[in-house]
Structures are given as structure tokens and as C-alpha cells.
């Protein structure tokens, strides 16, 4: 279900956006001179706790030139340039997100890389006749509603052919000594509210028929952090 802004109905930037967006994340995603304060790197770096690079290499790692790409959601700083670059001329990558401001920002990133296509859609609903090697969600999970969750995790697993990647760079559940817990503790409590189901569920959860695919993870930072790999199980 979407909804406009109420405050705002004629506003385009706020046109077909999902009304949790325009409820919780407004002041992050939604609208466009926040959005512009926002996207750039050092933002980026200081809201990863500095682990910024180590988790785009995550992503970065995974990606072989002539690759094809589907990312399900924009994100701050140069990643998606990053992703094009390695991708490269021979490949093609897929960059959706359902918020205008998120789209004008990626199409002036990536405007110089025609193999790059970004679209505006949900990232649960997205279409494409393109067979993707790697699919991405870098980020995304912790800010939906669980039910949006399960959502988006079951579009990616079915959307992912055989012998390809799904790839969930996200939150975890940290460590009881890593002191970082505590101030994501009051982050989620005042800005996040949907992001601490990731402390209490594997992603996996999140996937109506988890049984059919391989899971692997592993967390950085002192379980700050969580990297899945997700491929098809082998049939019998």
C-alpha cells in the first residue's frame, strides 16, 4: 500500500511513496534537501562507524567485470558508481528504488555509464527480463517493516537463477561488549524502528521456503554488521 505525504500531496518527490517511508524516513530518503545534506561519503563513514569500505568491498569483492547486477535499493555515497565501474562495459547493472529523491541521485551518478539502468520501482515488485549473476541488497533490510521484508527476500531468492548470488549486507545483532550496541540501541529506538528485527532474526527467517537455498554468514565489527551469501540448494 502507498500513500502520498499528507503534508505535502503535490509534491512529486513524495508521489507513489510507500507511506512508512514518508512516516519514519522522511527526514532521511524522502525528502530532497535532506537527501542532498546526506549523500556523501563521509556521511556514509560516520553512520558505519567507519566500516564503510569494508563492507563495499563485501559487495565490491562478489562482482567480476561483465557481471550482471540487480541492487534493490540506492544508497549514499560513490558504492553504485563503484558497482558500475567494476561491472563494466560488457556487463549491466540494475539499480531500483521507490523514492524520487533516491532516483535523481542515482541517475546523476550514473550517468556516465550507459550499461547502468536505474529504474523506479519497489524493490519487492521489480521486473526484468534480465537474468542476474548477483543480487544486492546493501542495507535495505533494516529499514522496512517485517512484512516487507519477507517481501523483498522472497522477490530476490526467485529472481536469482541457478549458479547465481544473493548477497544481504546489513545490521546484526552486536555483542554484548561491543559498546557500539548501546548507542544503536537509542538510534533504533528513536530513528529506526524497524531495524532491531535483524537482532532477533536471521535474515533467513525472512524467506518463505529458506530450506531451498544455502545460507552462509558471517558478522564484523563485533556482530555489528552481517554479511549472507545466499545460493540454490542442488537438486536431487
Not at 540501541?185 to 535474515?203: D, M, Q
Request: glycine share 4%; charged share 20%; aromatic share 12%.
Amino acid at each position: 500500500m502507498t500513500q502520498n505525504h499528507p503534508k505535502l500531496p503535490a509534491d512529486p518527490y513524495y508521489e507513489g511513496v510507500p507511506g512508512y517511508m514518508t512516516d519514519v524516513y522522511d527526514w532521511a530518503y524522502v525528502n530532497p534537501k535532506r537527501v542532498n545534506q546526506l549523500d556523501h561519503n563521509m556521511v556514509v563513514k560516520v553512520l558505519l562507524f567507519g566500516n564503510d569500505q569494508r563492507l563495499m568491498r563485501a559487495y565490491l569483492n562478489e562482482i567480476e567485470p561483465g557481471m550482471k547486477v540487480w541492487q534493490v535499493a540506492h544508497v549514499y555515497g560513490d558504492l553504485v558508481r563503484k558497482v558500475a565501474q567494476k561491472v563494466g562495459q560488457e556487463g549491466e547493472f540494475h539499480l531500483c528504488d521507490i523514492t524520487p529523491a533516491q532516483i535523481e541521485h542515482a541517475q546523476a551518478k550514473l550517468a556516465l555509464y550507459p550499461w547502468a539502468k536505474v529504474i523506479r520501482s519497489d524493490a519487492a515488485t521489480y521486473q526484468s527480463a534480465q537474468s542476474f549473476d548477483l543480487i544486492c541488497s546493501f542495507f535495505l533490510l533494516h529499514e522496512v517493516p517485517d512484512d516487507k521484508k519477507c517481501s523483498i527476500v522472497d522477490h530476490m531468492l526467485s529472481a536469482m537463477p541457478d549458479g547465481g548470488k544473493v548477497l544481504f549486507v546489513d545490521y546484526h545483532r552486536p555483542s554484548l561488549w561491543q559498546p557500539i550496541r548501546w548507542i544503536l540501541k537509542w538510534v533504533n529506538a528513536k530513528l529506526e524502528p524497524f531495524a532491531e528485527a535483524l537482532w532477533t532474526n536471521e535474515i533467513s527467517h525472512y524467506a518463505s521456503h529458506a530450506d531451498q537455498y544455502h545460507w552462509q554468514k558471517r558478522t564484523i565489527f563485533g556482530g555489528v554488521y552481517q554479511i549472507v551469501t545466499v545460493t540454490r540448494m542442488p537438486q536431487p
